[in-house]
């Protein structure tokens, strides 16, 4: 986990230094990367729309309040996604997981656990994008259920559901896999 940027690095960032933007993107980056190739079937537009939206709402993060930089990039990263996935909703509401490229291997699947994170990978494709979501979102970032709830507008009850049965999925997939 990258450390915290400093006040100076924020606000240079905010008004627009190149090299302030190009160390938080270096910093924080990789994490708004994994978030959109986990959760979206267009990672790369995702990505670029969520750092302009990042550096256009900079001075918008309360550097003295409780939440961690990190969790103020993680928290815009998802509700972008959300919001993303209820246009394509809109757009295409009966659009096929057949139409996700597969993911290619990056950085972080180098890291010795190649083989289990494909497989999860490719299970998590295999998903729903309701269910893939909860499942990344709370599994992965560790966001609390009730804030879920909350973002995606379902029942608290709803979600656990969704929740239960993608990790069931989940598991019956990457043991088929081995």
Known sequence: MPAEPSHDLLRRATAGE??????LLE???PRVWGQ????????????????EKL??????FDV??????????????HHHLIDRARSRARRR???????????APTAEVRLGHR???EGVEQALLAMSEDQRRVVVAHCMQGVPLTQLAADE?????TLKARLHRARAELYRRTRRAR
């Open 18 to 23: 190149r090299d302030a933007r190009a160390r």
């Open 27 to 29: 910093a924080y980056g």
């Open 36 to 51: 959109c190739r986990r959760s979206c079937p267009e990672p790369e537009d995702a990505y670029q729309e969520i750092w």
């Open 55 to 60: 550096f256009g709402r900079l001075d918008r």
């Open 64 to 77: 003295k309040g409780s939440a961690s930089f990190g969790t103020w990039v993680s928290r815009v990263t």
């Open 93 to 103: 509401p009966s659009a096929s997981l057949d139409a996700i490229p597969p993911i």
């Open 115 to 117: 083989l289990e994170l």
């Open 153 to 157: 507008n379902v029942p608290l009850g």
